[in-house]
T-cell receptor, first 116, second 115 residues
Framework: EAEVAQSPRYKITEKSQAVAFWCDPISGHATLYWYRQILGQGPELLVQFQDESVVDDSQLPKDRFSAERLKGVDSTLKIQPAELGDSAMYLC??????????????FGPGTRLTVL | AQTVTQSQPEMSVQEAETVTLSCTYDTSESDYYLFWYKQPPSRQMILVIRQEAYKQQNATENRFSVNFQKAAKSFSLKISDSQLGDAAMYFCAYRGTGANSKLTFGKGITLSVRP
């Protein structure tokens, strides 16, 4: 069964360092999402791609976060510099497309980031 | 803006018993989707059940069913014949029907199953 792949699964870094997370969506899925999940909370959307284009990055802290999906397949989320408050689980999800009819979002296992 | 509220942080159920997880939401839209997601420890989030607001019939998926009360903006999940594998965090989520509508999640509830 196809799954969304993410790496690394765990990342520990010191504040002010740069970190990057990688996501490989299910083959054929045009829409890719990055979420941040703070411990004890539900996921919150950071950025949504349709193919290689960003369609929603309203909650992405653009002073330190960046995301790209250059060829419309895999994606990288970067934080530079990392801050203590960035400690969270970063989830990637993908779906065939957005809109109607509704296409289920499939989630990856996440990357747990700890900033010291 | 849409909001999703899960007011119970934790619940516990005896194996083989039935448990109901509560969720309320707020929206001004008339058509939307509601979901329950399961997030087991150290495993990926999976969709448990989906309800479309224009459908009056409550969705069911095997042991999982919902009680959708549109006027009350309530969307509860009932798990029948609870199993040890049901232990997880459960998130209620809302999504509009627009092409770029996003999933809005509640804070989640931790469900434990007692053997």
């Amino acid at each position: 069964e196809a799954e969304v792949a993410q790496s690394p699964r765990y990342k520990i870094t010191e504040k002010s360092q740069a970190v990057a997370f990688w996501c490989d969506p299910i083959s054929g899925h045009a829409t890719l999402y990055w979420y941040r999940q703070i411990l004890g909370q539900g996921p919150e959307l950071l950025v949504q791609f349709q193919d290689e284009s960003v369609v929603d990055d309203s909650q992405l802290p653009k002073d330190r976060f960046s995301a790209e999906r250059l060829k419309g397949v895999d994606s990288t989320l970067k934080i530079q510099p990392a801050e203590l408050g960035d400690s969270a689980m970063y989830l990637c999800a993908s779906s065939l497309t957005a809109g109607r009819p509704y296409n289920e979002q499939f989630f990856g296992p996440g990357t747990r980031l700890t900033v010291l | 803006a849409q909001t999703v509220t899960q007011s119970q942080p934790e619940m516990s159920v005896q194996e083989a018993e039935t448990v109901t997880l509560s969720c309320t939401y707020d929206t001004s839209e008339s058509d939307y989707y509601l979901f329950w997601y399961k997030q087991p420890p150290s495993r990926q989030m999976i969709l448990v059940i989906r309800q479309e607001a224009y459908k009056q019939q409550n969705a069911t998926e095997n042991r999982f069913s919902v009680n959708f009360q549109k006027a009350a903006k309530s969307f509860s999940l009932k798990i029948s014949d609870s199993q040890l594998g049901d232990a997880a965090m459960y998130f209620c989520a809302y999504r509009g029907t627009g092409a770029n509508s996003k999933l809005t999640f509640g804070k989640g509830i931790t469900l434990s199953v007692r053997p």
